[in-house]
């Protein structure tokens, strides 16, 4: 997948094995590609997690789509959906350099194809997890994929896949893949619900933080109050204090005078 922003996985992605994307293709198969031809923009040129319709041609990557002729050098694997013989001839769709992704094939060569088919019978790349939907043909490969396959059926040019391979230990794997796989995602999803629930308590901690800051403010506030207050009442206390030593001389001449004026009478 490219890096764009119409490109980006599903946050809950994670990558799956060959083997466990092997179980849930719809479709596969080994065939040598026999031609190529081009092929004009069309429905499959994004991804399926992006919104809205498909870029037009000029948003594509060059434009260079085609579709492949391909030969079945095998039955379909055990398991597939396809009920055709090994020599058949198919038409695939969906391959090019698109915006997001690669589906890309040669002609004269051969490859394992993960596929699908729509719902107007067009055979498509099956990218299963929003992997790779193709692989070449190497001896690796053929190792990786040799137990889908029933070499009887092969064309004589492929006996070279007919090496022996334990039955037991891969079968083994195939059952074991999906429960390990399963119990990776439910592991995954209890630290996610742990994460969510350490993020809950961490903000409900900032929430208290903060209303403890509030407290402490108002207690400070307060005490500044009453520091103010008190020194207040002090200066009024000494001014009472000062004024009352002066109240019996004012109230003397207040009789003095009141006195003078009766005898003038």
Known sequence: AGGGGGCQLPAEWRPLSEGCRAELAAIIVYARVLALHPDPYGAYNYLPWQRGPPAGPQQGAGGLFYSAEIELLCDQAWGSMLEVPAGSR???????????????????????????MDENYILLPHGVNFQEA??????????????LFQFSNCSQAQHVLSFS?????????????????????????????????????????????????????SLRQARKN????EQV???????????????????SLKQENSHATYLKV
């Open 233 to 251: 009442n002090r200066k009024l206390s000494e001014k009472l204090s000062s004024a009352g030593g002066q109240i019996p001389y004012i109230n």
């Open 165 to 217: 391979s334990d039955w037991e230990i891969q079968e083994d794997n195939r059952l074991m893949c999906s429960s390990v796989q399963k119990a990776l995602f439910e592991e995954e999803d209890r630290v996610k619900k742990l994460q969510q629930k350490v993020a809950t308590l961490e903000k409900r901690n900032k929430q208290l933080r903060d209303r403890v800051k509030k407290v402490k403010r």
């Open 90 to 116: 198919l038409n695939l769709t969906g391959l090019g350099y698109f915006s997001c992704h690669s589906h890309t094939v040669m002609q004269g060569y051969a490859y394992f194809f993960f596929l699908r």
């Open 134 to 147: 193709i692989f070449p043909d190497t001896q690796e490969n053929r190792r990786m994929f040799a137990s």
């Open 226 to 229: 009453t520091r103010h207050m």
